[in-house]
């Protein structure tokens, strides 16, 4: 079996896959700098067990992260069951051509997502994650990937908001009965929830004129996807595991490679 680790910024994702393509179970850690690579594989070793699967049944194991501080830890405790993930990056095989100015810099989850996407639809297309940051990646007809958005996340734009503003508290996040809010929550729903739709929509459209697209593959993941997307006026594929299965997937040609 393959184990995927997905490093982010909030969360450590972990997926599980049998044969290269079944995902057997996914599970997510919090990040944190401060927690030792024991306490990490005492987590770990803890999923596996609640999902009924031995850890030591892992026969290989895939990494990206996002985090530098945490690479070291959470590789030492993969070491702790005798695991050495691949850890992608620079002199990966992922398949992708990059047409970005400075290829090693591109954040490997946008690699990892795009590897994925490319397997679910045709290019031209556009692949959007909406994590603590919110990327929109543009990919050519040619399967080029061309370049991408960032933009503060959801989650983030609304701990900002609660921080920065005193009058406005935290609200859970839903989708707004309608645009213009007669409460504060609909209010900041409709900013942070709509808006964020509003936003990809424009992206979209923005992309598709200024690439040439006429009608391109639109996919995204994420957290918050299931919320931002049935706002959205465009057809959008959500797939949750994308990055996952992106990892997994660079695994398989690695291990081809080889």
Same mark, same amino acid.
């Given at each position: 079996?393959?184990?995927?680790?997905?490093?982010?910024?909030?969360?450590?994702?972990?997926?599980?896959?049998?044969?290269?393509?079944?995902?057997?179970?996914?599970?997510?850690?919090?990040?944190?700098?401060?927690?030792?690579?024991?306490?990490?594989?005492?987590?770990?070793?803890?999923?596996?067990?609640?999902?009924?699967?031995?850890?030591?049944?892992?026969?290989?194991?895939?990494?990206?992260?996002?985090?530098?501080?945490?690479?070291?830890?959470?590789?030492?405790?993969?070491?702790?069951?005798?695991?050495?993930?691949?850890?992608?990056?620079?002199?990966?095989?992922?398949?992708?051509?990059?047409?970005?100015?400075?290829?090693?810099?591109?954040?490997?989850?946008?690699?990892?997502?795009?590897?994925?996407?490319?397997?679910?639809? !045709?290019?031209?297309? @556009? &692949?959007?994650?909406?994590? /603590?940051?919110?990327?929109?990646?543009? +990919?050519? #007809?040619?399967?080029?990937?061309?370049?991408?958005?960032?933009?503060?996340?959801?989650?983030?734009?609304?701990?900002?908001?609660?921080?920065?503003?005193?009058?406005?508290?935290?609200?859970?996040?839903?989708?707004?009965?309608?645009?213009?809010?007669?409460?504060?929550?609909?209010?900041?729903?409709?900013?942070?929830?709509?808006?964020?739709?509003?936003?990809?929509?424009?992206?979209?459209?923005?992309?598709?004129?200024?690439?040439?697209?006429?009608?391109?593959?639109?996919?995204?993941?994420?957290?918050?996807?299931?919320?931002?997307?049935?706002?959205? !006026?465009?057809?959008? @594929? &959500?797939?949750?595991?994308? /990055?996952?299965?992106?990892?997994?997937? +660079?695994? #398989?040609?690695?291990?081809?490679?080889?």
């Amino acid at each position: 079996m393959t184990l995927a680790v997905d490093i982010g910024n909030t969360s450590i994702c972990l997926g599980v896959f049998e044969c290269g393509e079944r995902l057997v179970f996914r599970a997510k850690l919090a990040s944190d700098h401060r927690k030792s690579a024991d306490e990490y594989a005492v987590l770990i070793s803890g999923v596996f067990r609640m999902h009924g699967a031995d850890v030591t049944s892992i026969d290989r194991a895939v990494m990206l992260s996002v985090v530098p501080a945490l690479t070291h830890t959470v590789c030492e405790a993969l070491g702790a069951f005798g695991i050495k993930p691949l850890i992608v990056g620079s002199g990966v095989k992922t398949g992708l051509c990059l047409r970005v100015d400075t290829p090693n810099l591109l954040g490997t989850d946008i690699v990892a997502d795009t590897v994925a996407a490319m397997r679910i639809a !045709e290019p031209p297309m @556009i &692949v959007i994650d909406l994590g /603590t940051a919110t990327t929109v990646t543009v +990919i050519n #007809e040619k399967g080029e990937l061309c370049g991408c958005v960032i933009s503060p996340g959801v989650k983030l734009g609304q701990d900002a908001l609660a921080e920065k503003c005193a009058l406005l508290p935290e609200v859970s996040l839903s989708a707004p009965p309608r645009v213009v809010g007669r409460n504060t929550a609909d209010s900041v729903n409709s900013g942070i929830v709509l808006g964020t739709a509003l936003m990809l929509d424009g992206f979209i459209s923005r992309i598709s004129r200024e690439m040439g697209f006429e009608k391109p593959s639109v996919i995204a993941t994420g957290g918050l996807a299931r919320l931002i997307v049935p706002l959205s !006026e465009n057809d959008i @594929i &959500v797939e949750p595991d994308l /990055t996952l299965r992106g990892l997994a997937h +660079i695994s #398989e040609l690695n291990q081809r490679k080889k």
